[in-house]
């Protein structure tokens, strides 16, 4: 450290150990901020790729609904039907919103209050969503997503081992011992910056930081050709599907060599590639996005009023990344489980699945729990036998479960 370097450091510790002589200590006592204080404390449940959803309730319906919480938006958001069976007065605007797959103008249904147990927020503007494939690839209703309009009034841990939310009102607060406190860029959504390797490949860029996304990473198409991240690499790139706002939309997955969040580091990493039509990363200002299946392995405290976020390492955090490819992409529609695709050249197509079948049992477990049969899919080297109904004929198909490496 240089002279200069050292001066100010001193000039800092000396300006933080000296108070004016006309300030008496009551004065300084009463401009010290108010400690953040627990407010709320709650269960949530995850789902497919560590999203988490949470119940909460609607201004004075009875009903409970379910929310997907995500960093990713920049607001929060009703479904559309769901508005529909409360009856919810929904006004239009000229502001849109974008997605993965398109963009939208926005019609909200203003000043609504929301109770979480133990937390009432109210002066809630929702924006609408059509959520009905979002349910459909969860297989639970979704009734909404919480974002921005609510990160933003309090303190939230999220404590994946316990699956428990805690909510504190904004203010002086000690962050858990260990781990790693992030200094995101946070307008709306935060935004870290990371180092990705690939390869022999080294890029440091930018990255939403999205809890409402089911996958590890996703990155632009763009971003990886710009950045020659697959040129001379022997890496899988194989086609699949994904789903965000507005549709399904054709991905690849391959995967990167590694990954770094704060001081934590990800080798072969499960990564999706997607063609940002909507422009939804402004690259080259952002490569992509680190979703929950990353971040799911750290307990998280968000502190949006501080632009802070904390990670430390939880139990998950050694867990193995989902490497198992099928081809077959199955979805909840009417309470069955319908093949909605079959990815060319995949297993499923070659084990002859086709679009439309439902899936009655995997191996003799008859249920229509998505979540159940997308893990029993996951065993890489498996042959798992299901039982289809296909134009109100039964059979029974055998599929081989690659991987991605």
Known sequence: MGAKSIFHVIILILSLLYVPSNISAQDTENTKEPEARLVARFP?????????????????????????LDTGSAGISLDTTTCVRLGLKLTPSDKVVRGLVAS????????????LPGLTAD?????INNYELISQVYGIQIDGIIGYSLL?????QVDYDKEEISMYTNGAFKYPRGG??????????????APLRSGKRNINHRYYFDTGAGMCLLLSTQFVKDSSLLVKRKAKVIPTEAQGLGGKMQMYITTMSEFRIGNYNFRNVPTYLFDDITNITSYPSLAGMVGNDLLRRFNLT???????IHIIPNTHFRDQFDYSYTGLIIYLIDNRIEVTDVIRNSPAE???????????AINNNFTTNLQLYRDI?????????????RNNELMVKQLPIRSIL
């Open 350 to 360: 070659k084990a002859g699945f086709k679009v439309g079948d439902i899936v009655l």
């Open 152 to 156: 933003s009034r309090y303190i939230m």
């Open 180 to 193: 790693h406190l992030m200094k995101p860029n946070l307008t709306f959504i935060p935004v870290i910056t």
């Open 104 to 115: 939208k103008n926005i019609v909200y249904a203003a000043d609504n209050t929301l109770h």
């Open 44 to 68: 949530f449940k995850q789902y497919y790729g560590g999203v988490v959803v949470l119940s909460a309730r609607l201004n004075d319906h009875p009903d409970t609904l379910q929310f997907l």
């Open 377 to 389: 899919l996951k065993n890489i080297g498996t042959r798992p036998k299901l039982l289809l109904m």
């Open 302 to 308: 968000l502190n949006y009023a501080k632009k802070e």
């Open 123 to 127: 002066s809630l503007d929702f924006h």
